[in-house]
C-alpha cells in the first residue's frame, strides 16, 4: 500500500493533574527522565520514524515548550564561550529546522480527541502520526517505526498495543479483538475506559496512533463519551469497517509517566541505559534493595 505519513501530532494541552504539583507552573511534557524531557523523547521518537512535520497542540502556559525547541542565544553563547562543544552539538541537534514546527493551540480542556481535531487544518487530507508524550517506550527500535512498517502493509488506522491487568482497563482505550496473529490484532470494536468486568479484552490502547484523515469528520462532531470528553477512542471506532485498523503489539517496554511509579521505573530503566549512569545507579541501586 506504500502509504507515507509525515506528520506527527502531539497533544499537550492536558494539565497534568496527576503530578500536582511539580506540573503546577511546569507542563507535565517537560518533566525530564534522566536529563532529557518527555516531550523530547517523542519528538525523537517522530523524527527517527521520518516524520517532517511536528504539531504541537498546546495550551495556556505550556510555552516552555517552544521555548524548549528554540534556540537560547545566551545559553549557546555561553558554552561556546567556555568551549563546551558536545553540550552544544546536542542543544543545537534537538532544534528542528525552521518551519518544521507549528504549535496550535487547545483553547478549553475538551478532551483528547477534541485536542487532535485542533490540527486538523495543519494535517490536512494525509494520513498522520499521533504521540502522547506520557507514554515513554524503551524499544530497539522506535515504537512509531514499526508502526509505520506495519501500517505500509496493512494501511489504515494503527494503534500501538499492550496486554494491561483486567484491573487497569478503567484506564485505557481497549480493543474487541478480531483476528490476531499475536503480532497485530485486528480491531472489531473499541471502547474508552471500560470497567474491567465490562471490558471485551485487555488489549490496550498505548499513545502511538497512526491515523487516516476521516478521523477528524468524525471528531467534528464533538460529541462526548466517556468522562464526558469528547475522546479520540469513539472517533476511531466510528471507522471500523470503513478501513482497515489493527493493534499493533510493539516490540519494548512502555512507561506510563503521567503516572508517579511509572515515572520512577523510566528514571531508573533509562539511567541503567546510559553508560555514565550503569554503574552508580546500579550499586546505589543493590544497596538500598540489599538494605531494605
Ligand atoms: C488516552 C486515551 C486512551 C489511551 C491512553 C494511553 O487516555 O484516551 O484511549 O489508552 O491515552 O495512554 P488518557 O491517558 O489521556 O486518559
Redo the contacts with the bound molecule.
Keep these: 500500500i506504500g502509504m507515507r505519513i509525515r506528520k506527527a501530532v502531539f497533544p499537550v494541552g ?1 494539565m497534568g493533574t496527576r503530578f500536582l504539583p511539580a506540573t503546577k507552573a511546569l507542563p507535565k511534557e517537560m518533566l525530564p527522565i534522566v536529563d532529557k524531557p518527555l516531550i523530547q523523547y517523542a519528538g525523537e521518537e517522530a523524527a527517527a520514524a521520518g516524520m517532517e512535520e511536528f504539531i504541537f497542540v498546546t495550551g495556556r502556559g505550556k510555552t516552555a515548550i517552544e521555548d524548549h525547541f528554540d534556540h537560547s542565544y545566551e545559553l549557546e553563547d555561553l558554552l561556546s564561550s567556555r568551549d563546551k562543544t558536545d553540550e552544544l552539538a546536542a542543544l543545537r541537534a534537538a532544534i528542528p529546522d525552521a518551519g518544521q514546527v507549528a504549535y496550535t493551540r487547545q483553547q478549553e480542556p475538551l478532551g ?1 480527541g477534541h485536542a487532535v481535531w485542533c490540527a486538523r487544518n495543519l494535517v490536512g487530507n494525509e494520513p498522520f502520526a499521533v504521540l ?1 508524550a ?2 515513554l517506550i524503551q524499544s530497539k527500535t522506535p515504537c512509531l517505526q514499526q508502526m509505520a512498517d506495519a501500517a505500509a502493509e496493512t494501511g489504515g488506522n494503527m494503534v500501538a498495543v499492550m496486554d494491561v491487568p483486567r484491573e487497569h482497563t478503567g ?3 481497549i480493543l474487541d479483538v478480531g483476528q490476531d496473529d499475536g503480532h497485530l490484532a485486528e480491531v472489531r470494536g473499541l471502547v ?2 471500560p470497567d474491567p468486568a465490562q471490558a471485551p479484552s485487555t488489549l ?4 502511538r496512533y497512526i491515523l487516516m484523515p476521516e478521523v477528524f469528520d468524525y471528531l467534528g462532531r464533538k460529541e462526548k463519551g466517556a468522562g464526558g470528553e469528547i ?3 469513539d472517533a476511531m471506532a466510528k471507522m471500523i469497517g470503513e478501513q482497515p485498523f489493527h493493534g499493533l503489539r510493539f516490540e519494548g517496554t512502555r512507561f ?1 509517566c ?1 503516572d508517579k511509579l511509572g515515572f520512577l521505573q523510566a528514571t531508573i530503566a533509562f539511567g541503567l541505559d546510559r553508560d555514565d549512569l550503569r554503574d552508580g545507579l546500579s550499586t546505589y541501586l543493590s544497596e538500598i534493595t540489599a538494605a531494605g
Design positions: 492536558g483528547l502522547l506520557d507514554d484506564r485505557y482505550g474508552e475506559k490496550s490502547v498505548i499513545g475522546q479520540l477512542t506510563d503521567g
